[in-house]
């Protein structure tokens, strides 16, 4: 036996040794990664410097460079090379036009799969050419050439990830990417190289591998910004590249071309820092490629405006509301570009009314955040300035729309009015029938809106009329659905109805407590709403059982706390009826143990659970009064 205990202890304590030196080992491993990032960060930084600090010195460093960036004229007029590239350039042309064309959906790469079989025999082509220069002292002329052959492969990479063949994508992409690496900063070659760090970077987002992408997308960031400073001359594009049409080149659209690729990398950066959760930075691309799409006049209307409005939604949940506006001010503007009309096909409509969502989000929380500083929360308002589309003239716009919490009923009324036109625009197109969700997500955010104005009212009977009418609409909604085909939706729908009768139960009761003796008819009142929240509550308690009518033994993490939370308002609301005789207020009393004793032991059958521990101090506290509580109302002390 001690044999064995002290092997026992060698193993664990050779367990926590390896442990412990894999713990080591990642922490070199990522310190060596922070310290790699860190070098090729100063070095790119010490390079732009050094190759910004003048136009001469520029013109000095380059004299080979800017040999291979004029090399064209004589690629094409003097090489066996440029006499390949000739005949090559058309044949390229043709297979992105092929390309382009719009196949069907029983063979929807047919074109593709055509264009990839030219490309491929351009590829070819191309590297016999390389090989037959091998033996020639023209530097500039094998540069050129492996250049060509690199953009053909790029193009080859990039259909196969067209046709979601991912992995023949990469190896033909990795390919390309030695053979352009030297070259990658002759305007030649720049916009090539830029797309195809691009596609490497979707790729590897593709596979979830964000960090990896980012890698691609910051390396096409660095190089866009190292040529941009330090460039004399314009980049090519690659069908000017590969079709050998000096003549028909024009700065202006090459230009164009190579911001064009740049905006893309920005957009891509905004998905993958989106994936990773990094909202920030996420908004901050975002922004940036918006901006880019303005000034170049590169954008599709109604795609630019619902990427704006959807930005605005990080900047509510920083409660960054003049930010927010803003973004949903200028989706707006850019949205009537798109000339939408009734008539309009269902996906622009429906693009309307998503643009319609965003702004109804905007007021919902601006509401929510005015009620809860009311309540006594702090808010401070972001110190940052506002970052504008500079095109857009809104502010004379910005002005007309509250963008702080409210102090005042009225001012919360503004509000409340400005966000109702919103709703029923976007109700206009997210109808019950067709549109379940979205429709009964409308109808909730309206009664959000009603509940945080009641919070305002400083008359309680008219408070009650605000929440009664949002019972109305929730109740409404729910008997028009079938539980079994939407029964998540009902859950929600009940709950939120029991809680509305709670809070009117509340009000109701601060009132009777005012009152002395009591009017029987609020005590009729006060009883009724609280035998409605029970039975609400009830109601979301029976839709967790299963076809045997029976509750789980671990109700799902996404609705425990709602179940216990229901049972413990259930508790409490028995006891707060206002019984007419001592045995039926000591039977309410007897309800509410139950549901606490419930609660109880649900958790002590979890003890992992702890979602509610403040809440199960306070059960296991009146499961101790309760019994006092009853002795006295059998006394005729309640």
Same mark, same amino acid.
């Given at each position: 036996?001690?044999?064995?205990?002290?092997?026992?202890?060698?193993?664990?304590?050779?367990?926590?040794?390896?442990?412990?030196?894999?713990?080591?080992?990642?922490?070199?491993?990522?310190?060596a990664?922070?310290?790699?990032?860190?070098?090729?960060?100063?070095?790119?930084?010490?390079?732009?410097?050094?190759?910004?600090?003048?136009?001469?010195?520029?013109?000095?460093?380059?004299?080979?460079?800017?040999?291979?960036?004029?090399?064209?004229?004589?690629?094409?007029?003097?090489?066996?090379?440029?006499?390949?590239?000739?005949t090559?350039?058309?044949?390229?042309?043709?297979?992105?036009?092929?390309?382009?064309?719009?196949?069907?959906?029983?063979?929807?790469?047919?074109?593709?799969?055509?264009?990839?079989?030219?490309?491929?025999?351009?590829?070819?082509?191309?590297?016999?050419?390389?090989? =037959?220069?091998?033996?020639?002292?023209?530097?500039?002329?094998?540069?050129?050439?492996?250049?060509?052959?690199?953009?053909l492969?790029?193009?080859?990479?990039?259909?196969?990830?067209?046709?979601?063949?991912?992995?023949?994508?990469?190896?033909? @992409?990795?390919?390309?990417?030695?053979?352009?690496?030297?070259?990658?900063?002759?305007? /030649?070659?720049?916009?090539?190289?830029?797309?195809?760090?691009?596609?490497?970077?979707?790729?590897? /987002?593709?596979?979830?591998?964000?960090?990896?992408?980012?890698?691609?997308?910051?390396?096409?960031?660095?190089?866009?910004?190292?040529?941009?400073?330090?460039?004399?001359?314009?980049?090519?594009?690659? @069908?000017?590249?590969?079709?050998?049409?000096?003549?028909?080149?024009?700065?202006?659209?090459? #230009?164009?071309?190579f911001?064009? %690729?740049?905006?893309?990398?920005?957009?891509?950066?905004?998905?993958?820092?989106?994936?990773?959760?990094?909202?920030?930075?996420?908004?901050?691309?975002?922004?940036?490629?918006? $901006?880019?799409?303005?000034?170049?006049?590169e954008?599709?209307?109604?795609?630019?405006?619902?990427?704006?409005?959807?930005?605005?939604?990080? +900047?509510?949940?920083?409660?960054?509301?003049?930010?927010?506006?803003?973004?949903?001010? =200028?989706?707006?503007? %850019?949205l009537?570009? /798109?000339?939408?009309?009734?008539? $309009?096909?269902?996906?622009?409509?429906?693009?309307?009314?998503?643009?319609?969502?965003? #702004?109804?989000? +905007?007021?919902?929380?601006?509401?929510?955040?005015?009620?809860?500083?009311?309540?006594?929360?702090?808010?401070?308002?972001?110190k940052?300035?506002? %970052?504008r589309?500079?095109?857009?003239?809104?502010?004379?716009?910005?002005?007309?729309?509250?963008? $702080?919490?409210?102090?005042?009923?009225?001012?919360?009324?503004?509000?409340?009015?400005?966000g109702?036109?919103?709703?029923?625009?976007?109700?206009?197109?997210?109808?019950?029938?067709?549109?379940? $969700?979205?429709?009964?997500?409308?109808?909730?955010?309206?009664?959000?809106?009603?509940?945080?104005?009641?919070?305002?009212?400083?008359?309680?009977?008219?408070a009650?009329?605000?929440?009664?009418?949002?019972?109305?609409?929730?109740?409404?909604?729910?008997?028009?659905?079938?539980?079994?085909?939407?029964?998540?939706?009902?859950?929600?729908?009940?709950?939120?109805?029991?809680?509305?009768?709670?809070?009117?139960?509340?009000?109701?009761?601060?009132?009777?407590?005012?009152?002395?003796?009591?009017?029987?008819?609020?005590?009729?009142?006060?009883?009724?709403?609280?035998?409605?929240?029970v039975?609400?509550?009830?109601?979301?308690?029976?839709?967790?059982?299963?076809?045997?009518?029976?509750?789980?033994?671990?109700?799902?993490?996404?609705?425990?706390?709602?179940?216990l939370?229901?049972?413990?308002?259930?508790?409490r609301?028995?006891?707060?009826?206002?019984?007419?005789?001592?045995?039926?207020?000591?039977?309410?009393?007897?309800?509410? /143990?139950?549901? +606490?004793?419930?609660?109880?032991s649900?958790?002590?059958?979890?003890p992992?659970?702890?979602?509610?521990?403040?809440?199960l101090?306070?059960?296991?506290?009146?499961?101790?009064?309760?019994?006092?509580?009853?002795?006295?109302?059998?006394?005729?002390?309640?």
């Amino acid at each position: 036996s001690a044999m064995q205990s002290n092997d026992e202890a060698d193993a664990e304590g050779a367990s926590e040794r390896i442990m412990q030196d894999f713990a080591e080992a990642e922490g070199r491993r990522a310190k060596a990664e922070s310290d790699e990032r860190k070098r090729q960060e100063q070095h790119f930084q010490t390079k732009l410097a050094q190759r910004q600090s003048s136009r001469e010195g520029r013109v000095a460093e380059s004299g080979e460079e800017q040999q291979a960036r004029e090399i064209l004229d004589a690629v094409v007029l003097q090489s066996a090379f440029g006499q390949w590239l000739r005949t090559a350039g058309p044949r390229c042309k043709d297979a992105f036009e092929v390309g382009n064309k719009e196949a069907s959906e029983k063979e929807p790469y047919k074109f593709k799969y055509e264009a990839r079989n030219t490309l491929k025999q351009l590829v070819a082509e191309a590297e016999q050419q390389l090989e =037959s220069l091998a033996d020639t002292d023209d530097a500039a002329v094998k540069k050129f050439a492996q250049g060509v052959a690199g953009a053909l492969l790029t193009s080859v990479g990039t259909n196969c990830i067209e046709c979601e063949e991912l992995s023949e994508g990469e190896r033909n @992409l990795e390919k390309a990417r030695r053979l352009l690496e030297p070259v990658k900063e002759q305007p /030649a070659f720049v916009i090539v190289y830029l797309l195809l760090l691009n596609q490497l970077g979707m790729l590897w /987002a593709s596979r979830r591998e964000n960090e990896k992408a980012i890698g691609f997308l910051e390396s096409a960031e660095h190089m866009y910004t190292l040529f941009k400073a330090t460039s004399l001359k314009a980049p090519m594009s690659l @069908l000017e590249l590969v079709c050998a049409e000096q003549e028909t080149i024009s700065v202006e659209k090459s #230009w164009n071309e190579f911001e064009s %690729v740049y905006t893309h990398t920005l957009f891509y950066l905004a998905q993958c820092y989106g994936n990773l959760g990094q909202a920030k930075k996420s908004a901050e691309y975002c922004h940036l490629t918006l $901006s880019r799409q303005l000034e170049s006049h590169e954008y599709k209307p109604l795609d630019w405006s619902i990427n704006c409005a959807a930005m605005s939604q990080y +900047y509510l949940g920083q409660e960054d509301y003049a930010q927010a506006l803003h973004c949903l001010l =200028s989706a707006s503007h %850019v949205l009537e570009e /798109a000339h939408i009309t009734a008539e $309009s096909d269902e996906t622009e409509l429906q693009k309307q009314a998503d643009v319609a969502l965003c #702004w109804v989000k +905007y007021y919902v929380n601006l509401l929510n955040t005015s009620r809860e500083v009311r309540e006594g929360r702090k808010f401070q308002s972001p110190k940052d300035q506002v %970052v504008r589309f500079e095109k857009l003239e809104l502010k004379q716009q910005e002005k007309e729309i509250p963008s $702080s919490p409210a102090r005042t009923f009225e001012e919360a009324r503004t509000i409340f009015q400005q966000g109702q036109q919103w709703v029923q625009k976007a109700l206009k197109f997210y109808q019950l029938d067709g549109y379940v $969700s979205d429709h009964i997500g409308c109808v909730q955010d309206i009664s959000q809106m009603y509940r945080h104005l009641a919070s305002f009212e400083p008359d309680p009977d008219r408070a009650c009329k605000m929440l009664k009418r949002r019972i109305d609409l929730l109740v409404e909604i729910v008997g028009q659905l079938n539980t079994q085909h939407f029964l998540a939706v009902c859950r929600s729908l009940h709950f939120e109805i029991a809680e509305v009768h709670v809070e009117m139960f509340q009000l109701k009761s601060s009132k009777l407590k005012q009152q002395s003796p009591f009017d029987p008819h609020t005590v009729a009142k006060v009883n009724k709403l609280i035998s409605q929240a029970v039975s609400e509550y009830n109601i979301f308690i029976d839709l967790l059982r299963d076809h045997e009518k029976k509750l789980p033994e671990t109700v799902d993490e996404t609705l425990v706390k709602p179940y216990l939370t229901a049972r413990f308002w259930i508790a409490r609301l028995y006891a707060q009826f206002i019984a007419a005789t001592p045995e039926i207020h000591v039977l309410n009393l007897r309800k509410s /143990a139950e549901q +606490y004793q419930a609660i109880i032991s649900y958790c002590d059958a979890h003890p992992n659970l702890h979602c509610f521990d403040e809440e199960l101090a306070m059960c296991k506290e009146m499961l101790e009064l309760l019994p006092v509580k009853m002795e006295r109302a059998m006394q005729g002390i309640y």
